[in-house]
């Protein structure tokens, strides 16, 4: 009985030791002296966040002119009010995309600080928690853009016609001012970026996977523990009244599901087996059920991420439980 006893010991330390938990203060964190040259590069980075959601989320697009104008080829005017109607646009979403970049280098800086040695990246969580909470900023914005991006079929739509009648005047040997601003090789990579559903996601997943293969002496493990730490210390906070009444606005609840929603669509991309396997260090069960604790109308769009931008949730690993709970 007490060998038993034991081994059911050693299966429930294992369990507490496989998800961390500690309070992480989204709130109030604030850098120490060993934190502030990487906080300040990233506080850079992160300032411009809001006003480029802001812009997001004012995006319109150019719909109506660019209709008329493929409905009446022969009409200059309606071509020219399309053209003059879309160009500011473009310069626009070219910056969304430049932005894109500068995440990028951000969050690698970020990696490099959360996962080199001598301390787990637990460790690194608990110790550096204002570097925590920009890792965590980054991966709010993600989940945010990615949201009004979807929402919004006027990118892609504005910029095809911008590619078509760029190619058209090509043809024609004409050069448009805008080219100056929007080359023909920027405008490619703004292609590829747009193209995908969720693209800032696409961005910090093919950054981890490119932090990864840059730094071959540290191990794969040092970057998705450092994943899984973060999903599993916001799922304790929302779960655990005591950390959870630490919190002084509702916002900050939302800050939080969100970022463990975006950490576990990253780990679903960069690690191998991805999230849902059983040999995932993240509960996923135990992330889902907070989700579904929460009011429904605040949660749909998570709950939609999981299901709809991760990468491994349909695999064969993946338990019928789990599926279920997404249904």
């Known amino acids: 009985m007490f060998a038993g006893m034991g081994n059911l010991l050693k299966v429930l330390t294992r369990e507490i030791e496989n998800y961390p938990h500690f309070f992480l203060d989204f709130e109030n964190a604030q850098p120490t002296e060993g934190e502030r040259e990487i906080w300040n590069q990233i506080s850079a980075v992160l300032q411009d966040s809001e006003s480029i959601l802001a812009d997001l989320q004012a995006y319109k697009g150019a719909g109506p002119e660019i209709r008329d104008a493929i409905q009446n080829p022969n009409d200059i005017q309606l071509q020219e009010k ?7 646009l473009v310069v626009r979403l070219k910056r969304f995309y430049e932005f894109s970049i500068r995440l990028e280098k951000a969050l690698q800086s970020l990696l490099e600080s959360l996962t080199c040695p001598p301390y787990t990246p637990t460790q690194h969580l608990e110790r550096e928690q204002a570097l925590a909470k920009e890792f965590a900023e980054i991966l709010h914005f993600t989940l945010r853009f990615d949201e009004l991006k979807m929402r919004n079929p006027a990118i ?13 005047n090509r043809i ?14 920027m405008a490619n990579r703004m292609s590829l970026f747009y193209a995908e559903a969720t693209p800032m996601l696409k961005t910090l997943s093919n950054a981890t996977m490119h932090f990864v293969s840059e730094n071959k002496t540290l191990p794969i493990e040092n970057t998705t523990d450092c994943l899984s730490t973060m999903t599993s210390v916001c799922k304790v906070m929302l779960e655990t009244p005591e950390y ?14 969100r ?7 990253l780990y679903d991309h960069v690690h191998p087996m991805g999230a849902f396997c059983k040999t995932s260090k993240i509960d996923m069960k ?4 907070v989700l579904k604790e929460q009011a429904p109308d ?10 709809f931008t991760t990468k491994h949730l349909n695999d064969e690993s993946t338990s019928k439980q789990i599926r279920a709970m997404l249904q």
């Open 259 to 265: 970022v463990m929603v975006g950490v576990i669509i």
């Open 156 to 168: 892609q739509n504005d910029f095809s016609y911008y590619r078509r009648t760029i190619s058209r």
């Open 172 to 185: 024609n040997n004409m050069h448009l001012d805008i080219e100056n601003e929007v080359n023909n090789e």
């Open 298 to 307: 605040s949660v749909e769009g998570l709950l939609n991420a999981l299901r």
């Open 244 to 257: 959870r009444s630490r919190f002084t606005s509702e916002e900050t609840l939302m800050f939080c599901m």
């Open 82 to 88: 399309a053209w003059n109607a879309v160009c500011p």
């Open 286 to 289: 135990g992330c889902i059920k």
